[in-house]
């Protein structure tokens, strides 16, 4: 399409543009380094200017203060104070995920009292025990495995191979990506004299509107109460979420973090990847986590923090500058003492 058609898709937030003039046809979008003479993409900021340079597409999304470059070399350009997001609204024009039309593929086994919204795909094999109520226009992928009593909130889309166990109840608008296991046994153990006496876990999993669960992540419910996971919070790939974990809304945690059981995370919180939360935390608000940070204890709302135990960021980039000297320091330290004891010999 033309890339006044996209601008005019795109609304008020592509109100400053090259045009007229440069009206290119855009045959799809890109990356900017593998971009091709019919691709349209995007510079996120000032740091990656010099790509403007270098790559071959035909239309660009900048933030403003780099439009005259692109001008310089005859890119049509979008401005916008967003440009990732914008392109990702662009992504939207040009490709939609594969969604079947609604139906029951004969291999699928339904309990007799399951209920079932109007507009449900439900693809292959899939398993749905009873008591189970699904909501309107939800997609079920082949394979995917559902106990009994689980509730699922209208328009969710549950991809190939995932599991909900008992009493799970996913929102609106909820994804579930392949193999992640929603509702699972959380980890409780009580030690005794002759080993480990299993404790039942009679809680249940809640996820919220618009969450979504990344491929062969796992969210276990309690012995009692719930694991809660509050509205659109994404959770990426190979995450684990401890029994009795309350997460707030609007979280975004990246792949291969873990929590252990009671933790409690605020709102609009980030956790990069790998980072380790022990039992209990508590998280709050607007905090970040870098990637592999070791949590304890109580984070304050609006912190940053990063190292292994996590400490203020500012205080772990010191320590990492000493940490690199530390041979140094160390050949000092030896030559002081040994400067120390000639001193003191007789």
């Given at each position: 399409?033309?890339?006044?058609?996209?601008?005019?898709?795109?609304?008020?937030?592509?109100?400053?543009?090259?045009?007229?003039?440069?009206d290119p046809e855009i045959g799809g979008?890109?990356?900017?380094?593998?971009?091709?003479?019919?691709?349209?993409?995007?510079?996120?900021?000032?740091k990656f200017a010099n790509q403007i340079?270098?790559?071959?597409?035909?239309?660009?999304?900048?933030?403003?203060?780099?439009?005259?470059?692109?001008?310089?070399?005859?890119?049509?350009?979008?401005?916008?104070?967003?440009?990732?997001?914008?392109?990702?609204?662009?992504?939207?024009?040009?490709?939609?995920?594969?969604?079947?039309?609604?139906?029951?593929?004969?291999?699928?086994?339904?309990?007799?009292?399951?209920?079932?919204?109007?507009?449900?795909?439900?693809?292959?094999?899939?398993?749905?025990?009873?008591?189970?109520?699904?909501?309107?226009?939800?997609?079920?992928?082949?394979?995917?495995?559902?106990?009994?009593?689980?509730?699922?909130?209208?328009?969710?889309?549950?991809?190939?191979?995932?599991?909900?166990?008992?009493?799970?109840?996913?929102?609106?608008?909820?994804?579930?990506?392949?193999?992640?296991?929603?509702?699972?046994?959380?980890?409780?153990?009580?030690?005794?004299?002759?080993?480990?006496?299993?404790?039942?876990?009679?809680?249940?999993?809640?996820?919220?509107?618009?969450?979504?669960?990344?491929?062969?992540?796992?969210?276990?419910?309690?012995?009692?109460?719930?694991?809660?996971?509050?509205?659109?919070?994404?959770?990426?790939?190979?995450?684990?979420?401890?029994?009795?974990?309350?997460?707030?809304?609007?979280?975004?945690?990246?792949?291969?973090?873990?929590?252990?059981?009671?933790?409690?995370?605020?709102?609009?919180?980030?956790?990069?990847?790998?980072?380790?939360?022990?039992?209990?935390?508590?998280?709050?608000?607007?905090?970040?986590?870098?990637?592999?940070?070791?949590?304890?204890?109580?984070?304050?709302?609006?912190?940053?923090i990063s190292g292994n135990p996590a400490?203020?960021?500012?205080?772990?980039?010191?320590?990492?500058?000493?940490?690199?000297?530390?041979?140094?320091?160390?050949?000092?330290?030896?030559?002081?003492?040994?400067?120390?004891?000639?001193?003191?010999?007789?």
């Open positions: 399409m033309k890339l006044s058609e996209i601008i005019e898709k795109l609304g008020k937030v592509a109100a400053e543009n090259s045009l007229p003039g440069l979008v890109a990356p900017v380094d593998e971009a091709t003479p019919q691709s349209l993409s995007f510079i996120e900021g000032g340079n270098t790559t071959e597409a035909i239309a660009l999304i900048l933030p403003t203060e780099l439009t005259e470059t692109a001008t310089e070399r005859g890119i049509a350009w979008i401005a916008t104070r967003e440009p990732r997001l914008l392109f990702a609204q662009v992504i939207d024009l040009f490709y939609q995920p594969f969604h079947p039309q609604p139906q029951l593929h004969p291999t699928a086994v339904i309990a007799e009292d399951v209920e079932l919204g109007e507009g449900v795909y439900i693809g292959p094999h899939v398993a749905i025990a009873s008591g189970v109520k699904i909501g309107d226009g939800v997609c079920i992928h082949a394979n995917v495995v559902i106990y009994p009593q689980v509730e699922i909130g209208d328009r969710t889309v549950l991809h190939a191979n995932c599991t909900l166990h008992e009493r799970t109840q996913l929102g609106k608008d909820c994804v579930i990506h392949s193999g992640a296991v929603i509702g699972s046994e959380g980890f409780g153990f009580v030690p005794t004299p002759k080993g480990w006496f299993k404790m039942q876990q009679s809680g249940r999993a809640v996820l919220e509107e618009g969450v979504e669960v990344g491929c062969n992540s796992a969210i276990d419910r309690p012995a009692v109460g719930e694991t809660r996971i509050g509205s659109q919070t994404k959770i990426d790939n190979l995450v684990q979420i401890g029994h009795g974990s309350k997460i707030g809304s609007n979280c975004a945690i990246a792949g291969q973090a873990g929590m252990a059981g009671g933790t409690k995370v605020g709102n609009n919180v980030l956790l990069a990847g790998q980072v380790g939360i022990a039992n209990n935390t508590v998280i709050g608000d607007n905090a970040i986590a870098s990637a592999k940070a070791g949590v304890h204890g109580t984070i304050p709302s609006g912190s940053v400490v203020n960021h500012p205080i772990y980039l010191k320590a990492s500058a000493i940490y690199k000297r530390l041979p140094d320091l160390y050949q000092s330290l030896k030559e002081l003492q040994k400067r120390l004891k000639n001193l003191e010999s007789p």
